[in-house]
T-cell receptor, first 114, second 113 residues
Framework: GAVVSQHPSWVICKSGTSVKIECRSL??????MFWYRQFPKQSLMLMAT?????????EQGVEKDKFLINHASLTLSTLTVTSAHPEDSSFYIC??????????FGPGTRLTVL | GQQVMQIPQYQHVQEGEDFTTYCNSS?????IQWYKQRPGGHPVFLIQ?????EVKKQKRLTFQFGEAKKNSSLHITATQTTDVGTYFC?????????????FGQGTRLTINP
């Protein structure tokens, strides 16, 4: 199957700082990537859809100025959590959409904000 | 709204017993996908079903897509400890002009060895 990498796998930061998470499709081109957030023992919550070369589409209730998404190439999307606070601590997972409309997920980034 | 419901939420079985999780959509789906997430891991794509009434097998896993393309099931025969994890179904939906994947709540499978 298609491979998606995510970096970093985990990060601990102080409240008020910004954190950037990278998502790369390694063996396919992903014109569309998705960013999810997952709380413990819960399902995946879609945050935003990242489209190469255009602005991301955010789900209702997700602050676009808080979660900045950039999809500058067909293999890279980045999510920046700006001015992070403890309530932003979560597991963030990206996925790349393949030509067969299936999504392949990255390994996730566990963010802890102190 | 457009929802994908999955039951049960939790299932605990003895190793060797069978396991089934069910997925129901409020609307007809063009396809349904199944993912497995191990504890501490990320969702891994298992399979995609496209045709009405389709049945696919992967070793001890059997996936079915309903005739109306609104429900699906995943059945595991003779579970093993390696089957532990949360199984999610997901259906694509056009939402606000964009295709997105709507996930069920997941079924967490735990196994007593």
């Amino acid at each position: 199957g298609a491979v998606v990498s995510q970096h970093p796998s985990w990060v601990i930061c102080k409240s008020g700082t910004s954190v950037k998470i990278e998502c790369r499709s390694l063996d396919f081109q992903a014109t569309t990537m998705f960013w999810y957030r997952q709380f413990p023992k819960q399902s995946l919550m879609l945050m935003a859809t990242s489209n190469e070369g255009s602005k991301a589409t955010y789900e209702q209730g997700v602050e676009k100025d808080k979660f900045l998404i950039n999809h500058a190439s067909l293999t890279l999307s980045t999510l920046t959590v700006t001015s992070a606070h403890p309530e932003d601590s979560s597991f963030y997972i990206c996925s790349g959409l393949t030509s067969t409309d299936t999504q392949y997920f990255g390994p996730g980034t566990r963010l802890t904000v102190l | 709204g457009q929802q994908v419901m999955q039951i049960p939420q939790y299932q605990h079985v003895q190793e060797g017993e069978d396991f089934t999780t069910y997925c129901n959509s409020s609307t007809t789906l063009s396809n349904i996908q199944w993912y497995k997430q191990r504890p501490g891991g990320h969702p891994v794509f298992l399979i995609q079903l496209v045709k009405s009434g389709e049945v696919k097998k992967q070793k001890r896993l059997t996936f079915q897509f309903g005739e109306a393309k609104k429900n699906s099931s995943l059945h595991i025969t003779a579970t093993q400890t390696t089957d532990v994890g949360t199984y999610f179904c997901a259906g694509p939906r056009m939402i606000q002009g964009a295709q997105k994947l709507v996930f069920g709540q997941g079924t967490r499978l735990t196994i007593n060895p």
